[in-house]
């Protein structure tokens, strides 16, 4: 797959690596990854459908992740909206007033963000496996890591097996590139789900991929950080968005399960939920990604 154009765009003095497939004219669709997860995230085959589609896509190294900059948290830390307005740098870096936004997880609380607080930006609004982003999952979490029962006003935690993993991971060694791989891969093979089959050489090379072109692999564990603080532009009622909505949301999500998107989608008025049959958190599933862009080319034909 061959991009248009390569090139780092400025946000507030931090360089960010991105991409742009497809003609200029043509209406330009914005992807947002999640957390930990650069560019590459968003699977070649899903790119290049929306561009058969018509459209012109956009996609990004976050901050901390892939060929962009590295931020020093400690000193430096940010916000859900710190990471809006990278977003943003990217549309104003590649010419573009406005686009479809499409986040997924973490950047599915990105677009709602923009939607929100930069609607002038955003032509519609798609967010993929992700829940309301003033929901504040800590105490589900936290409730559900001690074996306590689950709040019944609370979202749901995390699948048992996704949390299991996450004990088995911290015990696993991650020195070495290959620990490191591995481990991340197994993360990938966990959030995929047990219903669909699992596309392990793609999620290898997007391990690999992503370990190796990040100056400071280490540095993408800031955007956990980043997630949990709540601030309150994240509170703000999601009954302002007006921008035409779409939550697509896979049935065996381990990690943020289907509750979530079907919070988000009775939020905004007017949105449409989709669920998908199968889909985990992940779209490293063989023809899952040509699947979801179907489902976008129909919603940015608005």
């Not at 979490?141 to 019944?152: C, E, M």
Request: proline share 9%; net charge negative; charged share 20%.
């Amino acid at each position: 797959m061959n991009s248009t154009e390569r090139t780092f765009v400025n946000s507030a003095g931090l360089r960010l690596w991105t991409e742009r497939f497809g003609a200029p004219e043509d209406p330009a669709i914005l992807l947002i990854m999640g957390t930990a997860t650069p560019a590459i995230g968003w699977p070649g085959e899903l790119v290049e459908t929306l561009v058969g589609g018509g459209h012109q896509v956009l996609r990004f190294d976050h901050r901390d992740t892939g060929r962009s900059d590295c931020v020093d948290f400690a000193t430096h830390p940010y916000t859900l909206a710190d990471l809006a307005a990278d977003a943003v740098a990217v549309l104003d870096g590649h010419g573009v007033a406005a686009a479809h936004v499409v986040g997924a997880s973490l950047g599915g609380a990105i677009a709602q963000w923009l939607a929100v607080h930069r609607p002038e930006r955003v032509r519609t609004l798609t967010a993929i496996m992700t829940g309301p982003m003033g929901a504040d999952a800590g105490p589900a979490w936290a409730r559900a890591l001690a074996g306590q029962a689950p709040d019944p006003d609370d979202l749901p935690p995390p699948a048992p097996r996704f949390l299991e993993h996450l004990a088995r991971k911290a015990r696993m060694p991650r020195t070495t590139r290959e620990e490191r791989i591995a481990a991340d891969l197994e993360t990938w093979r966990v959030l995929n789900g047990d219903v669909l089959p699992f596309d392990e050489p793609a999620a290898r090379r997007l391990v690999a991929d992503s370990h190796d072109s990040a100056d400071d692999p280490a540095a993408a564990a800031n955007h956990d950080l980043a997630s949990r603080r709540m601030t309150d532009d994240r509170r703000v009622p999601l009954t302002s968005i007006t921008a035409p909505t779409l939550v697509v949301h896979g049935t065996e999500d381990p990690l943020r399960p289907l509750p979530h998107g079907e919070a988000l989608a009775a939020q905004i008025p007017g949105a449409r939920l989709r669920t998908v049959p199968g889909m985990g958190h992940t779209f490293l599933s063989p023809g899952l990604p040509r699947r979801v862009a179907e489902l976008l080319l129909e919603h940015t034909m608005v």
